[in-house]
């Protein structure tokens, strides 16, 4: 029990050290004005440096991400079918399934789907 105890103090001892010392190195010096200025090969730029972020190519990428998790889930559960009963396995085809349709349809009513607004 004392080496359990002796191992989390020296986990908890070493990721504080840790955590202090990428603080400390992370630190950003004060930036002046030039230095935050943009740069374009030594000239000043022709329009914003700071353009506006689509909040719709956002969300297409999040619902593509979901859908790329989807299928790594999925593929998993085509293996395991001659490994498990085809009732249990089809009901948990069918409810994952089922929440991802219903997802997708929560977004398709939301209009997260219509790129031109």
């Known amino acids: 029990m004392n080496k359990l105890i002796i191992l989390i103090m020296i ?11 990428c603080t400390f190195i992370s630190k950003k010096t004060i930036m002046d004005r030039e230095k935050m200025s943009p740069f374009e090969c030594g000239f000043d730029p022709n329009s914003s440096s700071r353009m506006p972020f689509s909040l719709q190519f956002f969300l297409i990428a999040v619902l593509f ?9 999925i593929l998993p559960m085509v293996i395991t079918l001659k490994y498990s009963f085809i009732t249990t396995w089809s009901i948990t085809i069918m409810m994952f399934m089922f929440i991802l349709i219903m997802g997708l349809y929560h977004e398709w009513y939301n209009g997260v789907l ?3 607004t």
């Open 11 to 21: 986990a908890v001892i070493i990721s504080i050290i840790l955590m202090a010392l």
């Open 65 to 73: 991400l979901i859908f790329d998790i989807e299928i790594v889930i």
């Open 114 to 116: 219509e790129w031109a």
